[in-house]
């Protein structure tokens, strides 16, 4: 159809007597099951000329105009220029990309402004029939909400009081707009009320035309001047491929509904699992702490019980050697008195006959060993991080120590104490005691161990890993990394344990042999005269070395490095001595 004229007329005919119907194809479509929202989703209120964007939501022309543009790219734009919604239009080449409120998609509007999006017809005639609707009495004025509508103007399509359909008439632009009543319009029903789509361009012409090249409803006059040289077919005449194509894709579209709601379906559910779940956990979790406190409290108690018992146990002691005490003293006090009355008080012959009575009682007196050191003591310690076993299958923690360490009846043991070698581990034992001598399983903390060479600068210490065997001895390991004297001092708090500090002799690592482990020097270098051996014999004719049966020989195999007779001992030849061997190659 290019290059082509269209009169008013031609399109009057192809158009006359479809406009109002509907297709086969649509026909087919579903009916709707949901009623349409008749309030915008921006402004709260009743639609207002509804526009729909891209992305299929619809909102009033006016709300969409006061969106906050998202993205602005203009070709032509002045960067000194104010941008806003009302100014946008003005500006050639313009895209304003806006975010829809509801689905938060970016939304390309048209560069004419809102007013080129289309009008959701759907919506328009929701509200078109609420206002048909018989039982709608009271049909609020859409221009100042305030009074009741009594008129439509079929090419706003909006309701009017008495006097704004008076100033409607009087407004120039809208002079020739055709205004009926409402109870005409109810007469024609909403099927009667055709309303054609007015172009933005030319708001006189009508959309009667499809611009295939662009995908827009055009009017007459845009297909002669924008839409120029382009495919342009009626309405009419294409509608029907279009419904087509798009109940095609509405059918290819409509899985994914079932699949959505599945997944929909699947995210709520599990959803609601979750919220069980944590409800189970949080019983789970309250019906433990319940029960480890009641643990708990069971075994503060019977700590309570321990503290009190070991307390009495203390006093208890305490008591009786406090009697013991008193009533000794009572005894010496008293035979000492007598004695010394006796002495002075009486005469010879009298002072004699008690002589038996008062030597041997102050004799037993005199022999009397006093502990003067109480049989208890005050020391009294709860250890929080020791395992004190199980309680309704809960492992408790925290303990009672009431026996004090003694360090001089703790004790060290092993060859780490006396000996050692160069870059070799070394270990002794430890064992904690009270003051009873008993073996106390804690006690860790109590020690301190110092390990320092004779003589070495600064004191550096050894590093010292000292290992809990929870029965009251405690493993000690340490590494020397040179040979020499070394001091090992063993503390409890601060004070030495008995045999404390101990002196280690640390020998230098082991050395391997550079020499032959040989019968004689003759026969391990084939009769060599000048080869030698460490053994220190030699051999008539000239020989250096060694030779079975001759003077000095040991007389059973040795190394020629050293003259070790033990194959698997370690080399004994001093490296800064000249050596007594010379290598040959055999």
Known sequence: MSEQMIVEGEIENQCSGNCNGSSAAADNVSSRTELIDLDCKSCHKRYNDPRLLPCLHTFCAECIRSFEPYIISSDDRNPNLSISMNSLSSISNTVVTLMCPTCESEVDLPRRGVYELPVNFM??????????NPNENNVHCDLCEESNAISR??????????????????????????VISLEEVR?????????????????????????????????RDCCIVEHRDHVIEFN?????????????????SEPHILTLQGTLKKINELDAEIENKKESVKQEIDLYMQSYMSALQKHKEQLFVKVDKVCEEKKQALKAQQFYMKQTLEDVQHSCAVAKRALTDGNNDEFLSLKPLLTQRMGNFSRLQIHSSPRADAFLK?????????????????????????PQKCSASGDGLYVAREAEEAEFCVVVRDNEGKECPQGTEDINIEIIQRGRRNGEHVIVD???????SH????????????????????????????????????????GKFHCCTFCSSEGRKDVTCACGATMPGG??????GHEGHPGKPHWSCCGKSDENSECARVFNEPSKMKTIAV
């Open 382 to 406: 709860f250890l929080p991080d020791v395992s004190a076993g199980e309680i309704d299958s809960l492992e408790v923690f925290g303990d009672i120590k009431s026996k004090i360490i003694d």
């Open 543 to 548: 020989f250096k070395g060694c030779g079975h």
């Open 236 to 252: 009419d005449d294409i509608v029907d491929e279009s419904r087509t194509l798009l109940l095609k894709l509405i059918s290819k």
């Open 123 to 132: 919506i328009r005639k929701e509200i078109l029939q609420k206002a048909l």
């Open 153 to 178: 103007c079929m090419e706003c399509t909006v309701n009017l009081c008495n006097f704004c359909s008076q100033a409607h008439n009087r407004q120039r632009k809208t002079a020739s707009h055709k």
């Open 466 to 472: 000292i290992e809990d065997e929870e029965d009251g």
């Open 475 to 514: 493993k000690v390991y340490y590494t020397p990394d040179i040979p020499g004297q070394y001091f090992i001092s063993v503390f409890i708090h601060t004070q030495h344990i008995q045999g404390s500090p101990f002196v280690v002799n640390v020998r230098s690592a082991w050395k391997e042999h550079s």
């Open 187 to 219: 007469k024609e029903g909403v099927d009667g009320l055709y309303s054609p789509l007015k172009c933005q361009s030319h708001l006189r012409e009508e959309q009667r035309l499809f611009c295939e090249t662009c995908d827009k409803t055009i009017c």
